[in-house]
């Protein structure tokens, strides 16, 4: 069964600044956003560094902005997330991807699933997604990964593959070094 839009575990909690992201990704129509969010029991003012929420509450905002928004708007949330995320100093992109589990249960408690990061030929990174969140969210929360250390000089290329459908495996993002 597809793990999509549904976490198994009641009691799993995610960094209300991540969740933050949400708003951001609303900038042109920032009260479509909040009354979203809202909607969902995801109070504004809760959305602080210091505090948790529910990942089942942000599940259900995410599945209803791409009902009522489209996809591709989850994607810009994803994109968004680095900008809030808990994130080790000093790594380098290659880095943070390959130790994306664990930066993600840094931002998470509970069951929440995993990301398999595997190195490939030709210094290309394969992550492969098992969490609840939805296929466009983690297509551009690599993207935002990928741009989070623009300093590095280094630029890249994010590959989405679709996961079966109702399956544990959502989809597979590679990751490759742009030459040049």
Not at 36 to 46: A, F, N
Not at 60 to 85: C, F, H, Y
Not at 99 to 112: A, E, M
Not at 153 to 166: C, D, F, K, T
């Amino acid at each position: 069964m597809s793990m999509e839009f549904s976490c198994s575990d009641p009691g799993a909690v995610v960094r209300a600044a991540n969740v933050r992201a949400t708003l951001d990704a609303f900038k042109l129509m920032p009260a479509i956003g909040r009354r979203i969010v809202e909607k969902h029991d995801l109070r504004i003012s809760d959305l602080r560094p210091d505090h948790f929420i529910r990942v089942q509450h942000w599940l259900n905002a995410l599945k209803d902005i791409q009902t009522v928004v489209g996809p591709a708007k989850l994607r810009d949330v994803g994109r968004n997330v680095v900008e809030s995320a808990n994130i080790p100093m000093g790594e380098d992109t290659e880095s943070i991807l390959m130790n994306l589990d664990g930066i993600y249960y840094q931002n998470h408690r509970g069951d929440v699933g995993h990301y398999f990061s595997s190195r490939l030929p030709n210094r290309a990174i394969e992550v492969r997604c098992e969490t609840p969140y939805p296929r466009n969210f983690e297509w551009g929360l690599i993207e935002g990964f990928c741009r989070y250390k623009a300093t590095e000089g280094r630029r890249y290329s994010v590959e989405y593959i679709n996961g079966p459908a109702r399956a544990l495996h959502t989809c597979t993002l590679i990751v490759r070094p742009l030459v040049g």
